[in-house]
C-alpha cells in the first residue's frame, strides 16, 4: 500500500522518521509520505531534515520515504507561496490541509490549494461542486482519510469526485503506531465511504503515478 500523509515528532506525531518508517514497512507499506504539519515559522526547519532522512533511509529499507509537507491553517492569499517556498526547500509532495468540519481552517483554503498547484488536499470537508471541478482541472487528489473526525465527510468528497471525475487517494494522516493500516483496511475505509472496493485500486494507481513524478 502506499500512504502518501503522516506525521513525525517534527509536528504533532510522536514517532520519529526512522521508527514511522520501519512501522508502515512491517505493516507492508511500499511507499510512505512523511508529511508534517508546516507554515512559514516551521518549514525551513522540517523539510530539510526530512529530506536528509529519506536520503539517509532509502537505499537500505524495503520502503519508500517521500519528504513532504502539509501546509496547515495558513490563510489562503498566502498558500501559493507556501507551496512555492517548501518545493524550493526540497519538499517532493505538498498537501494542504483542507477545509475539515472537525478544524476551524479558513474559508477558502480549499480553492487556494488547488489553484496553486498542491499535489493533494487532505480531508476538504464539505467541498463545493467547483472546487471539484477545478480540483480535476489542475490534478489535485482529492483525500479520503482514515483519520477520525476528518474521515466523517468521506462520502461527501467521495459522490462529488466520482460525480465530476476528479482523482482520489486514500490516506491514513498517521500521528500514531496505532493509524496505520493496511490494503484491507483501506478497502473498508473507501467502501465506507459509498464506493465500490474497486476504487483502491485506482487510488493506489493515483498515488504511484504521484510518487513516479516526484
Known sequence: MIDLHSHTIFSDGVLIPAELARRAEHKGLSVIGVTDHGDLSNIDFIIPRLVA?????NPVLNIQIIPGIEITHVPPPL???????????GAKIIIVHGETIAEPVARG?????????ADILAHPGLISESDVMAAKD????????ARKGHSLTNGHVARLAVKIGAKMVINTDTHAPGDLIDDEVAKQVICGAGLSIDYF???QANAMALVKNV
Do not use: F, P
Open 53 to 57: 532522512v529519506a536520503a539517509e533511509l
Open 79 to 89: 498558500i501559493a507561496d507556501m507551496i512555492e517556498k517548501s518545493r524550493d526547500l
Open 109 to 117: 483554503t480549499n480553492r487556494a490549494a488547488i489553484d496553486a498547484g
Open 138 to 145: 489542475k490534478n489535485v487528489l482529492l483525500e479520503i482519510t
Open 201 to 203: 485500486d485506482a487510488m
